[in-house]
């Protein structure tokens, strides 16, 4: 069977090659899938940390999670997230002015990047949303009168809510 070259054939394997190299270009420079463990390392002077407790909705159709929540933070603005269930832990996050990462132990799973952070985890807006920064457009932020805080995405129906000891 011989193939004829015809327009139809050209622009199938434009398509195909454009998806491909489109795709590629996403997978190499986004950079969502890591293998990196951490950003950096907890230690030496300077760190604040506190710990609280944290419940926890991925998504609107997803049920509550609820652990220990701690978040250390250093004057840099590098921040450590870590939520555990007693005795497993559940995510690892940690965030700097520039990049971030997020794991997820228990599903061997990891996703980093560069810039503020992927929307799709509340988790990494909430040291910005600790302190009165600006938030992405689908989030909100409450304190409660309790000394306790909710995080949501409205987008998604991802909710963090808790508190955390001074």
Partial sequence: MKLRFTKRNA????????????????????GCQSTK??????????????????????KASMPEFSGD??????????????????????????????????????RQMSFGGHGRGWTRFAWLYLPAALDGRQLPKDFRFERRTDDGWRLENSRTGETVEGFLAP
């Fill in 11 to 30: 622009f199938r394997r434009i398509r195909f090659s454009s998806a491909f190299l489109l795709g590629l270009a996403a997978f190499i420079f986004c």
């Fill in 37 to 58: 463990q951490k950003l950096f390392v907890v230690s030496g002077t300077g760190w604040s940390i506190q710990q609280g407790q944290a419940t926890w909705r991925p």
């Fill in 69 to 106: 929540l701690v978040l250390a933070r250093d004057a840099t603005g590098r921040c450590l997230i870590q939520f555990d269930k007693t005795p497993m832990a559940i995510l690892n996050a940690q965030v700097t002015t520039n990049e971030w990462l997020i794991s997820f132990p228990q």
